[in-house]
């Protein structure tokens, strides 16, 4: 059981490029998350899927695109890299107990 | 809005110390409070809840009192280990809303 599972672990990009953060759960939960990680900011939501099929944005959502692609997957897209978006990235996962997230180790992400 | 506001860190303690961690919480209405535990290089796992006014989340020693009066819902524990040393983050939802509002974090270092 993998729970929440997260690729590539680290990235480096240049301004401009694009990029695709993969999320996978294997706990049949309809909820996943997408949160960038800041020092001193803490977690901000970036954007949600209640269940397959629907999306909605969250505190941060300029700049990112996702796709529930089904119930299982959960990418986050950066069509145009920013020095700004130089973050640590967690996907999350909740089933019917919202308030249980399970995260998965995180995407390290520097753009230069 | 809603909003959860905890006590800057880093903090700093001895092994065996007493701990306290501050945070309160704006909200209308009556959410659940969380303490969310990330500790190095992994994503974050929720450490204890409390769902209604006074009630208190425990667990690895840890314990937490929802209080209505002071919106408050402060992190405590009686003597801690080096293994302690993690980033703690306070957290609110609301019932019916599908997210949940994380604090900024308090990372807690502790010297053996």
């Known amino acids: 059981n993998a729970g929440v599972t997260q690729t590539p672990k680290f990235q480096v990009l240049k301004t401009g490029q694009s990029m695709t953060l993969q999320c996978a759960q294997d706990m049949n939960h309809n909820s996943m998350y997408w949160y960038r990680q800041d020092p001193g900011m803490g977690l901000r939501l970036i954007y949600y899927?209640?269940?397959?099929?629907?999306?909605d944005k969250g505190e941060v959502p300029n700049g990112y695109n996702v796709s529930r692609l089904n119930k299982r997957e959960f990418s986050l897209r950066l069509e145009s890299a920013a020095p700004s978006q130089t973050s640590v990235y967690f996907c999350?996962?909740?089933?019917?107990?919202?308030?249980?997230?399970?995260f998965g180790p995180g995407t390290r992400l520097l753009v230069l | 809005g809603n909003s959860v506001t905890q006590m800057e860190g880093p903090v700093t303690l001895s092994e065996e110390a007493f701990l306290t961690i501050n945070c309160t919480y704006t909200?209308?209405?009556?959410?659940?409070l969380f303490w969310y535990v990330q500790y190095p290089g992994e994503g974050l796992q929720l450490l204890l809840k409390?769902?209604?006014?006074?009630d208190k989340g425990s667990n690895k020693g840890f314990e937490a009192t929802y209080r209505k009066e002071t919106t408050s819902f402060h992190l405590e524990k009686g003597s801690v280990q080096v293994s302690d040393s993690a980033v703690y983050f306070c957290?609110?939802?609301?019932?019916?809303?599908?997210?949940?509002?994380f604090g900024s974090g308090t990372r807690l270092s502790i010297r053996p």
């Open positions: 899927s209640a269940s397959e099929g629907t999306t």
């Open positions: 957290a609110l939802l609301y019932s019916s809303a599908s997210k949940i509002i």
């Open positions: 409390a769902t209604k006014a006074d």
């Open positions: 999350a996962s909740s089933g019917d107990r919202k308030e249980t997230q399970y």
């Open positions: 909200a209308t209405g009556y959410p659940s």
